[in-house]
Protein backbone atom coordinates (compact mmCIF):
# COMPACT_ATOMS: atom_id res chain seq x y z
CA UNK A 1 0.00 0.00 0.00
CA UNK A 2 2.76 2.36 0.98
CA UNK A 3 4.68 1.55 -2.13
CA UNK A 4 1.25 2.69 -4.67
CA UNK A 5 0.87 6.06 -2.45
CA UNK A 6 4.42 6.66 -3.20
CA UNK A 7 3.95 5.55 -6.59
CA UNK A 8 0.66 7.69 -7.38
CA UNK A 9 2.34 10.66 -5.51
CA UNK A 10 4.80 11.13 -7.52
CA UNK A 11 3.18 10.69 -10.81
CA UNK A 12 1.03 13.69 -9.77
CA UNK A 13 4.08 15.59 -8.60
CA UNK A 14 5.20 14.55 -12.45
CA UNK A 15 2.18 15.51 -14.15
CA UNK A 16 2.19 19.08 -12.36
CA UNK A 17 5.55 19.85 -13.51
CA UNK A 18 4.72 19.50 -16.87
CA UNK A 19 1.82 21.03 -16.95
CA UNK A 20 3.70 24.00 -15.60
CA UNK A 21 6.33 23.77 -18.07
CA UNK A 22 4.32 23.61 -20.95
CA UNK A 23 2.62 26.92 -20.15
CA UNK A 24 5.82 28.90 -21.51
CA UNK A 25 4.81 29.37 -24.86
CA UNK A 26 7.41 30.07 -27.82
CA UNK A 27 7.91 32.97 -29.57
CA UNK A 28 7.65 31.45 -33.24
CA UNK A 29 4.36 33.69 -34.58
CA UNK A 30 6.64 36.50 -34.32
CA UNK A 31 9.03 37.53 -36.96
CA UNK A 32 11.94 38.38 -35.13
CA UNK A 33 13.61 39.70 -38.08
CA UNK A 34 11.67 42.34 -38.81
CA UNK A 35 10.82 45.60 -36.71
CA UNK A 36 7.88 47.49 -36.64
CA UNK A 37 7.60 50.86 -35.59
CA UNK A 38 4.01 51.74 -33.89
CA UNK A 39 2.72 54.93 -32.03
CA UNK A 40 -0.52 54.70 -30.25
CA UNK A 41 -1.85 55.86 -26.47
CA UNK A 42 -1.53 53.28 -23.98
CA UNK A 43 -4.55 51.83 -22.91
CA UNK A 44 -3.37 48.83 -20.63
CA UNK A 45 0.01 47.90 -19.59
CA UNK A 46 0.93 44.71 -17.21
CA UNK A 47 4.88 44.75 -16.02
CA UNK A 48 4.59 41.20 -15.25
CA UNK A 49 5.95 37.91 -15.64
CA UNK A 50 6.16 35.77 -18.02
CA UNK A 51 5.24 38.59 -20.56
CA UNK A 52 4.58 42.19 -20.45
CA UNK A 53 0.73 42.92 -22.13
CA UNK A 54 0.31 45.85 -23.32
CA UNK A 55 -2.73 47.32 -25.55
CA UNK A 56 -2.02 50.39 -27.74
CA UNK A 57 -5.31 52.88 -29.17
CA UNK A 58 -3.59 53.26 -32.52
CA UNK A 59 -5.06 56.08 -35.26
CA UNK A 60 -3.76 54.63 -38.90
CA UNK A 61 -5.91 54.23 -42.19
CA UNK A 62 -8.43 51.85 -40.22
CA UNK A 63 -9.19 54.17 -37.83
CA UNK A 64 -8.56 54.24 -34.30
CA UNK A 65 -8.81 50.69 -32.61
CA UNK A 66 -6.94 48.64 -30.09
CA UNK A 67 -3.65 46.41 -30.86
CA UNK A 68 -2.74 43.77 -28.27
CA UNK A 69 0.94 43.31 -27.42
CA UNK A 70 3.46 40.83 -25.12
CA UNK A 71 6.60 41.59 -24.11
CA UNK A 72 10.00 40.40 -22.54
CA UNK A 73 9.17 38.86 -18.93
CA UNK A 74 9.73 41.71 -16.16
CA UNK A 75 13.30 41.01 -15.25
CA UNK A 76 14.37 40.97 -19.06
CA UNK A 77 13.00 44.47 -19.51
CA UNK A 78 14.49 45.67 -16.21
CA UNK A 79 17.83 44.57 -17.56
CA UNK A 80 17.13 46.39 -20.83
CA UNK A 81 16.25 49.94 -19.10
CA UNK A 82 12.06 49.67 -18.08
CA UNK A 83 11.52 51.11 -14.44
CA UNK A 84 8.36 50.66 -12.86
CA UNK A 85 6.17 53.95 -14.22
CA UNK A 86 7.83 54.66 -17.54
CA UNK A 87 4.68 53.74 -19.01
CA UNK A 88 0.98 54.41 -17.72
CA UNK A 89 -2.36 54.23 -19.26
CA UNK A 90 -3.09 57.37 -21.17
CA UNK A 91 0.69 57.53 -22.40
CA UNK A 92 1.08 58.42 -25.89
CA UNK A 93 4.36 55.98 -26.66
CA UNK A 94 6.20 54.19 -29.65
CA UNK A 95 7.11 50.23 -29.54
CA UNK A 96 9.21 48.73 -32.04
CA UNK A 97 7.97 45.54 -32.82
CA UNK A 98 8.61 42.15 -34.38
CA UNK A 99 5.39 41.51 -36.01
CA UNK A 100 2.95 38.56 -36.10
CA UNK A 101 3.80 36.11 -38.81
CA UNK A 102 0.48 35.70 -40.14
CA UNK A 103 -0.17 39.24 -40.84
CA UNK A 104 -2.55 39.88 -37.89
CA UNK A 105 -2.10 43.23 -36.03
CA UNK A 106 0.08 43.13 -32.89
CA UNK A 107 3.35 41.31 -32.35
CA UNK A 108 6.27 41.34 -29.89
CA UNK A 109 7.64 44.49 -28.32
CA UNK A 110 11.11 44.32 -28.41
CA UNK A 111 11.74 48.49 -27.27
CA UNK A 112 9.81 51.24 -26.81
CA UNK A 113 10.33 55.13 -26.16
CA UNK A 114 8.40 56.51 -23.65
CA UNK A 115 5.82 59.67 -23.12
CA UNK A 116 9.21 61.15 -21.72
CA UNK A 117 11.61 60.11 -24.47
CA UNK A 118 13.21 57.57 -22.21
CA UNK A 119 14.19 54.70 -24.65
CA UNK A 120 14.17 50.98 -23.22
CA UNK A 121 14.35 47.53 -24.63
CA UNK A 122 16.86 45.97 -27.02
CA UNK A 123 19.24 48.75 -28.26
CA UNK A 124 20.46 47.02 -31.05
CA UNK A 125 18.16 48.13 -34.42
CA UNK A 126 20.54 45.55 -36.09
CA UNK A 127 18.33 42.57 -37.66
CA UNK A 128 21.04 40.45 -37.13
CA UNK A 129 20.56 40.21 -33.54
CA UNK A 130 17.18 38.87 -34.45
CA UNK A 131 17.92 34.96 -32.86
CA UNK A 132 19.30 36.34 -29.68
CA UNK A 133 15.64 39.02 -29.18
CA UNK A 134 13.72 35.78 -29.78
CA UNK A 135 15.52 33.24 -27.68
CA UNK A 136 15.20 35.93 -24.90
CA UNK A 137 11.73 36.40 -25.92
CA UNK A 138 11.49 32.41 -25.26
CA UNK A 139 13.31 32.72 -22.11
CA UNK A 140 16.70 31.06 -23.03
Given at each position: ?????????????????????????????????????????????????????????????????????????????????????????G????????????????????????????????K?????????????????
Amino acid sequence: MKNITLTLAATIALLGLATTASAHHSAVQFDFTKQVPIKGVVKHFRAINPHMQMILAVTDAKGTHDIEFEGHSTNNMYRNGYRKGMINVGDAITVNVAPLKDGHEGGYVVSAVTASGEPFGMKSRNLADAAKIQAQAEGK
